[in-house]
């Protein structure tokens, strides 16, 4: 039986997870280990945590200051065992299907591929379904499709071994200057998109919960929403650049696997006059640059914004 661990990041996620944690631990098939993180909780969550800890042999919890989910979620990952087969993340208000993890495993095997990423079966906060499937077409998961866009969550990532050890490697690691920008399922898909290394199941064994309260993950932002999203990137640089930030990164970490894509390079050096106009003029960067105009992108790089 392969042994799985679940990393899992929680913070103010009373209201869901004991369903989250019990669907976790009801895997089939799979020696599952739950890693818990809590980043610094004031509700009851603490609590919950520490009830399931007593009872659990199978989960551990940490407790740690608040410093965002992206760097909650790294953190487990170079604290985990370097020992198990698999290694999954959870967000912390889901439900998983009890076969989750081993249809994971099966099709990692069967592809060769060491990243796993599946559809999403969208419900209400009750658990009332609202879309079976996220993706009614296979998404893109080039390394210029989530420079731009990311297109699948953290929450249905399931990894082998030896994609753990190429993440958790001191020289692989990136800066809190990029989990300021982008969380960790953007810089783990981009270590596996630049690997050539990522499985897509268009099947789904997640229900993923949509409420008022998600930290991450699918929201309906408000013209509002945007709007201070935006006036929040003019007040602070270094929030403005996110993706070029996450070029560089992978560039840095990963020199070998990025040397020979051009885009990645430029995205990377994108202060150069000469790059933000051959950003510009790439169809396919600005193909996957969302709700935008051409003018507006424009606009954006030239300004800083990319």
Same mark, same amino acid.
């Given at each position: 039986?392969?042994?799985?661990?679940?990393?899992? =990041?929680?913070?103010?996620?009373?209201?869901?997870?004991?369903?989250?944690?019990?669907?976790?631990?009801?895997?089939?098939?799979?020696? %599952?280990?739950?890693?818990?993180?809590?980043?610094?909780?004031?509700?009851?969550?603490? +609590?919950?945590?520490? !009830?399931?800890?007593?009872?659990?042999? +199978?989960?551990?919890?940490?407790?740690?200051?608040?410093?965002?989910?992206?760097?909650?979620?790294?953190?487990?990952?170079?604290?985990?065992?370097?020992?198990?087969?698999?290694?999954?993340? @959870?967000? +912390?208000?889901?439900?998983?299907?009890?076969? /989750?993890?081993?249809?994971?495993?099966?099709?990692? *095997?069967? =592809? &060769? *591929?060491? $990243?796993?990423?599946?559809?999403?079966?969208?419900?209400?906060?009750?658990?009332? +379904?609202? *879309?079976?499937?996220?993706?009614?077409?296979?998404?893109?998961?080039?390394?210029?499709?989530?420079?731009?866009?990311?297109?699948?969550?953290?929450?249905?990532?399931?990894?082998?071994?030896?994609?753990?050890?190429?993440?958790? @490697?001191?020289?692989?690691?990136?800066?809190?200057?990029?989990?300021?920008?982008?969380?960790?399922?953007?810089?783990?898909?981009?270590?596996?998109?630049?690997?050539?290394?990522?499985?897509?199941?268009?099947?789904?064994?997640?229900?993923?919960?949509?409420?008022?309260?998600?930290?991450? &993950?699918?929201?309906?932002?408000?013209?509002?929403?945007?709007? /201070?999203?935006?006036?929040?990137?003019?007040?602070?640089?270094? !929030?403005?650049?996110?993706? =070029?930030?996450?070029?560089?990164?992978? %560039?840095?970490?990963?020199?070998? !696997?990025?040397?020979?894509?051009? $885009?990645?390079?430029?995205?990377?050096?994108?202060?150069?006059? /000469?790059? *933000?106009?051959?950003?510009?003029?790439?169809?396919? %960067?600005?193909?996957?640059?969302?709700?935008?105009?051409?003018? &507006?992108?424009?606009?954006?790089?030239?300004?800083?914004?990319?």
């Amino acid at each position: 039986m392969d042994s799985v661990v679940v990393l899992m =990041s929680t913070y103010n996620g009373e209201r869901f997870l004991e369903e989250q944690i019990e669907s976790i631990l009801k895997q089939k098939d799979v020696d %599952v280990v739950l890693y818990v993180r809590d980043d610094g909780s004031s509700d009851r969550t603490k +609590q919950i945590l520490d !009830e399931y800890q007593r009872k659990n042999a +199978q989960m551990l919890v940490f407790y740690g200051k608040n410093e965002g989910v992206g760097n909650s979620f790294l953190d487990l990952v170079y604290m985990a065992p370097e020992t198990s087969d698999y290694y999954a993340f @959870a967000d +912390q208000d889901d439900i998983w299907r009890d076969t /989750k993890l081993i249809e994971a495993i099966k099709l990692l *095997k069967q =592809s &060769g *591929k060491n $990243l796993y990423v599946s559809n999403q079966e969208c419900v209400d906060k009750k658990g009332k +379904q609202l *879309k079976k499937a996220r993706f009614t077409e296979t998404p893109d998961l080039s390394e210029i499709s989530i420079l731009c866009k990311n297109p699948v969550a953290g929450c249905t990532m399931v990894f082998s071994n030896a994609f753990y050890k190429a993440l958790s @490697a001191k020289q692989s690691r990136p800066t809190a200057r990029l989990l300021k920008n982008r969380i960790h399922d953007v810089w783990v898909d981009m270590v596996g998109a630049v690997r050539e290394d990522i499985i897509y199941d268009p099947r789904s064994f997640i229900l993923y919960r949509l409420h008022e309260n998600n930290v991450v &993950g699918i929201k309906k932002n408000t013209a509002y929403d945007i709007l /201070k999203a935006q006036w929040k990137k003019l007040r602070n640089p270094q !929030e403005r650049n996110g993706r =070029s930030i996450l070029a560089q990164e992978i %560039v840095r970490c990963f020199p070998g !696997e990025t040397s020979k894509n051009r $885009l990645i390079q430029i995205a990377a050096d994108s202060r150069k006059m /000469k790059n *933000k106009i051959l950003l510009i003029q790439n169809n396919e %960067v600005f193909r996957h640059y969302t709700g935008e105009t051409k003018l &507006g992108f424009a606009l954006k790089v030239l300004l800083g914004f990319f």
